[in-house]
């Protein structure tokens, strides 16, 4: 479903000026402020951002391997650029969301397909590495060249596809840990969840705005794509999770998960084998 578009004459003008971003979403610009256009939309990617970090500092801690630290960074790229796509409604901000998207998914899945590859960085299969590099390239120029949303939409759900099979054949495959398929399961839930909150928010954009505008305490729960933010970087996250578990598994290193102070649950490395 594509995303909703408003229309020309509702864009409301802040500090960015005029939105130059292809698309616009179902929250009101600049309800809140002259500077922030969308702010929920804005705000709910510190899900991606604060997750992303707390990652970052769990793979540094824990001498995790680098396809993680980047994988974390991934996530914490992509909420940076959302948050600035969201905050500006500009064309060169919509970018730095959307084509980071690409690129973090190719992280994931390039762990997920060297699970059992017994080197840190180098590739047992070159042609896996190949297409890993070239599919969000190619993506990414055809993109900006075509300037479609829907056509970016349907690279990128390819790429969640294939990431949630090769999760799953991972599990099955390396891991005997008895809540590994419960934690995927958590992880694509949360993720699904997301995507159909955010496709009923397209879908129901007009009747959302009415509610919100005659009950405006309640109004702001139902901003659902700011939902999707919330629930896709939690799932991404936990996605990442699993999969260093699995990995540190598979090189028979003990590990456990605890939980950081914002509740969020840290893979630790207990004894790691050099």
């Given at each position: ?87 500006t409604l500009l064309y060169s901000m919509q970018l730095l969301d959307e084509l ?151 090189l028979q290193n003990k590990t456990r998960i605890n939980f950081s102070l914002c ?12």
């Amino acid at each position: 479903m594509p995303p909703y578009i408003a229309p020309e004459q509702n864009a409301v003008v802040g500090y960015w000026g005029r939105p130059t971003s292809t698309l616009d979403w179902c929250e009101e610009n600049h309800a809140w402020s002259p500077y922030v256009a969308e702010f929920w939309n804005t705000l709910s990617n510190m899900a991606m951002v604060l997750p992303g970090l707390i990652g970052m500092w769990s793979c540094a801690t824990n001498g995790l391997e680098l396809r993680y630290l980047l994988s974390y960074f991934g996530l914490f790229v992509v909420g940076v650029g959302s948050t600035l796509f969201h905050g500006t409604l500009l064309y060169s901000m919509q970018l730095l969301d959307e084509l980071p998207m690409l690129v973090c998914t190719s992280l994931l899945l390039f762990a997920l397909y060297e699970m059992g590859n017994r080197g840190n960085w180098r590739t047992s299969s070159y042609v896996t590495a190949a297409f890993l590099i070239a599919y969000p390239t190619i993506t990414s120029m055809v993109y900006i060249f075509i300037n479609d949303p829907t056509f970016h939409e349907v690279a990128y759900s390819i790429m969640v596809f294939l990431a949630t099979v090769q999760g799953y054949y991972c599990v099955r495959k390396y891991s005997t840990w008895k809540h590994s398929a419960t934690f995927a399961t958590i992880s694509m839930g949360l993720y699904v969840f997301g995507f159909i909150l955010w496709n009923i928010d397209n879908a129901f954009c007009l009747t959302l705005r009415e509610f919100r505008r005659s009950q405006p305490l309640l109004g702001h729960v139902t901003q659902l794509h700011s939902w999707w933010h919330i629930f896709a970087g939690l799932g991404t996250y936990l996605h990442i999770v699993l999969s260093s578990r699995v990995r540190m598994e598979y090189l028979q290193n003990k590990t456990r998960i605890n939980f950081s102070l914002c509740g969020l649950p840290v893979l630790e490395v207990s004894d790691k084998k050099e």
